[in-house]
């Protein structure tokens, strides 16, 4: 079985869309705070037990026979950049996360309806 994933209650291979590669796997990490104490060696660290965000990238290939790659890129941005807030991201391998896709989603044409796609997340698990 291919890894492949769902966000916005919509699958990658709705929109044609192969998953290439992933980095939702890597861990994110620790937000704590660092303060600068006189008179104290190194540095004294605050830790409220929680995490940063984490940064998923997405790579795909985009096979679109029916329609253009326009049309096809108007769809998947719609489905990436609506609603604006956290949604849920679940990816076949079971990982879970509430994401939003954070940053331009980036096309490069192979032929006229083949491109590869790439774009990210900025997720966190709740734990």
Same mark, same amino acid.
């Given at each position: 079985?291919?890894?492949?994933?769902?966000?916005?209650?919509? &699958?990658?291979?709705?929109?044609?869309?192969?998953?290439?590669?992933?980095?939702?796997?890597?861990?994110?990490?620790?937000?704590?705070?660092?303060?600068?104490? @006189?008179?104290?060696?190194?540095? #004294? !660290? !605050?830790?409220?037990?929680?995490?940063?965000?984490?940064?998923?990238?997405?790579?795909?290939?985009?096979?679109?026979?029916?329609?253009?790659?326009?049309?096809?890129?108007? #769809?998947?941005?719609?489905? #990436?950049? &609506?609603?604006?807030?956290?949604?849920? #991201?679940?990816?076949?391998?079971?990982? $879970?996360?509430?994401?939003?896709?954070?940053?331009?989603?980036? $096309?490069? @044409?192979?032929?006229?309806?083949?491109?590869? $796609?790439?774009?990210?997340?900025?997720?966190?698990?709740?734990?």
């Amino acid at each position: 079985m291919s890894l492949g994933f769902t966000f916005n209650s919509k &699958t990658n291979s709705e929109f044609g869309l192969d998953l290439i590669s992933t980095d939702h796997l890597n861990s994110p990490s620790r937000r704590f705070e660092e303060i600068v104490v @006189p008179g104290r060696n190194g540095t #004294l !660290v !605050v830790y409220d037990g929680c995490f940063n965000n984490a940064h998923i990238n997405i790579k795909c290939f985009l096979h679109s026979d029916k329609k253009t790659l326009k049309q096809a890129m108007d #769809l998947i941005s719609s489905w #990436l950049l &609506t609603p604006v807030g956290y949604s849920d #991201l679940t990816f076949t391998d079971g990982s $879970v996360f509430k994401a939003i896709c954070d940053s331009a989603i980036n $096309v490069v @044409p192979l032929s006229p309806n083949m491109a590869e $796609v790439t774009f990210s997340f900025s997720a966190y698990k709740e734990r």
